[in-house]
């Protein structure tokens, strides 16, 4: 398939340049192209207000047909030929500006229609289009304010008055979004607070690995009334449980501080489950395996099942303020537990982690 190939701008500006329409200045001298020596006539026959008023009838025949980028490009002829007349400039820019409406150009919509009030302060016509652009760019109490001055002038004019009841419905959904967008700011700022809070008092350091800070799966959360099983204002925190010994983990997205460890564990290795697909040798039953929890200064605390997990975050505290206190790391929104078979490889993790940490790695 044939690549598309790079086009060249100055080249396709040359090419408009010779389209009658969008020439940029008009050749001097006879031609034989009838569009050019329509609009040299327009250009080179009668005063400035008559060159002006012919380019305004032609951008007229082409806005009634639709056409708006070619009765732009004549309303802009018309103002370039300096017209004495503000009664005609006044029309060119407002004619110029509801081109522009039509082409989605607001910037330049706003630009004609200041330029039309400053030559006729009740131009109706140059409110109504910058109240029209207004609302298209979403500033509805500008929009508002620009039917009402309209209205002072033509108070009876239906559409203006139709304008200014979209843009005043505008404006209402906008303050009711900006209300809710700053209510959620207040509440997402006090659970925050109230987060740095139950940490504190949790003795859990919140730690960031991932660049995006935001952007966790599983964050600490509070129970709200709507589970029953939990108590409000419980602080769930999810949970990675390590299996090193086959370097496996689980993810428990909602562990309540008021759970056990043991009753996790029961929940996760079942009395009848059959033995899991990693674990070979059997080894991972509930009565047979044992739980550590690894500080933030590198402690290892053994874990008794009928612990919970506010027991398992009391056990980490030790004396000392910040940055040197101690307590379990909630990295990425979680914190860890390591789950191991008792006996031979229970002892063979703990002496490599010792090694390990002396190490200072």
Known sequence: MQQPQPIDVEQKLKEFDSVPLFMRSLPEGDVDDTAISALQSLVHEGTPDEVAAN?????????KGKR???????????????????????????NRAACNLELQNYGFVLKDCANAIKLNIE????????????????RPDEAIDACARCLAFEPNNAGVKALKQRAEAAYASKQKKEVEREARRRNEEALATRLRKAFQERNLIPLNASSDKSGADYKPHFATTGDPDVPEGTLIVPTFFLYPQH?????????????????????MFPPE???????????????????????????????????????????????????????????????????????GPEQTWVEEFKSSRDRGQ
């Open 68 to 94: 708006h980028l070619e009765a732009r490009n004549f309303y802009t002829q018309g103002i370039d030929a300096k017209p004495t007349d503000n009664v005609l400039l006044e029309a060119l820019l407002c």
């Open 123 to 138: 131009s109706t016509k140059a409110y109504f289009r910058s109240a029209s652009a207004l609302l298209a760019l979403d």
């Open 273 to 343: 489950a059959p033995k899991l697909d990693w674990d070979v040798n059997g080894e991972y039953s509930y009565d047979s395996l044992v739980v550590y929890a690894i500080t933030h200064r590198k402690r290892l605390l053994k874990i008794g099942k009928k612990m919970t997990l506010r027991d398992v975050m009391n056990s980490a505290k030790q004396s000392g303020q910040a940055p040197d206190r101690d307590g379990l790391e909630v990295r990425d929104g979680c914190i860890t537990l390591v789950v191991l078979p008792r006996g």
């Open 247 to 267: 370097a496996q983990s689980d993810l428990v997205s909602e562990f309540a501080e008021t759970t056990t460890v043991g009753d996790q564990l029961s929940i």
């Open 55 to 63: 380019f305004k009838e032609q951008g007229n025949d082409y806005f």
